[in-house]
């Protein structure tokens, strides 16, 4: 059974930074794809990107492209949402996942662990 601790979250103003973390525990980390996912207030969960087991493979949602970077430390286990140009619209709770299928994706139902979530709130 994998675990995955999300931190990182916070309050920031528009077009500030924040960097998520996600840190996994009980499982072969360096085997998974991992991906990241958010639910805003009244809406469903949608998929913000995704890196391959190896980190050599990155893939975004359209929405974020050009202003979110994901990286992992296999080593540490944990993996990174770096966050810049930060928008209103960003505002939601961001999940991280974890898929046996090591290349990553953008499907949430090929993600069999997931976090608890941690809130980002960016003010206008």
């Known amino acids: 059974q994998v675990q995955l601790v999300e931190s990182g979250g916070g309050l920031v103003q528009a077009g500030g930074s924040l960097r998520l973390s996600c840190t996994a525990s009980?499982?072969?980390?360096?085997?998974?794809?991992m991906g990241w996912f958010r639910q805003a207030p009244g809406k469903e969960r949608e998929f913000v990107g995704s890196?391959?087991?190896?980190?050599?493979?990155?893939y975004y949602a359209d929405s974020v492209k050009g202003r979110f970077t994901i990286s992992r430390d296999n080593a540490k286990n944990t993996v990174y949402l770096q966050m810049n140009s930060l928008k209103p619209e960003d505002t939601a709770v961001y999940y991280c996942?974890?898929?046996?299928?090591?290349?990553?994706?953008?499907?949430?139902?090929?993600?069999?662990?997931w976090g608890q979530g941690t809130q980002v709130t960016v003010s206008s």
């Open positions: 009980g499982g072969s980390f360096s085997r998974y794809g």
């Open positions: 890196i391959a087991w190896s980190g050599g493979s990155t």
């Open positions: 996942a974890a898929a046996i299928v090591g290349w990553g994706t953008s499907r949430q139902n090929e993600y069999s662990y």
